[in-house]
C-alpha cells in the first residue's frame, strides 16, 4: 500500500466505516456503482456493512493484499454522523494478537479528533 494509492472502499476497513456512515436512503445506489465490477455479493456487503454499523468498528483481513489487515472506527460528527474514519493496517499477525488494543487506541484518536474539534469551534 502506497500513500496516495487508490483503493475500493469495500476493501479497506476505513472505507468499511465510511459506507457504513451512508444515509440509508443512499445506500444501495452508492453500493450498486461500487460492486459493478467487483464480483462483491452486494448482499453480503450490506450485511458486513451492518455489522460494521452495530459494532462501531471495522475490521478487515487480506481483503486488499495477502497478508495485510485493516481496523477503523469512526470519527462522529456534533450529531452522531460519521464525519470521517480512522484506521490503521498491519500485518495480519498482528492484528490477530493485537485486536483489542488497536480498537482502543483508535477508539480514543477518534474521541480526541471530536474533542479538539469542537474546541477550535469554540475559540479554545
Not at 494509492?5 to 466505516?17: N, P, S
Not at 483489542?100 to 469542537?118: I, Y
Amino acid at each position: 500500500m502506497h500513500v496516495g494509492e487508490a483503493v475500493a472502499a469495500l476493501a479497506t476497513a476505513t472505507g468499511k466505516v465510511l459506507l457504513a456512515g451512508i444515509e440509508q436512503a443512499r445506500v444501495d445506489d452508492v453500493l450498486a456503482r461500487l460492486v459493478a465490477d467487483t464480483g462483491v455479493d452486494p448482499a453480503e456487503l450490506r450485511r458486513d456493512l451492518i455489522r460494521v454499523r452495530s459494532a462501531g468498528v471495522a475490521v478487515v483481513g487480506e481483503e486488499f493484499r495477502a497478508g495485510l489487515a485493516g481496523v477503523a472506527v469512526p470519527i462522529r460528527g456534533p450529531r452522531g454522523e460519521v464525519a470521517g474514519a480512522i484506521g490503521l493496517s498491519v500485518p495480519q499477525v498482528v492484528l490477530l494478537a493485537r485486536r483489542p488494543e488497536l480498537e482502543r487506541v483508535l477508539r480514543e484518536a477518534a474521541a480526541g479528533t471530536v474533542t479538539g474539534a469542537r474546541a477550535v469551534g469554540r475559540g479554545s
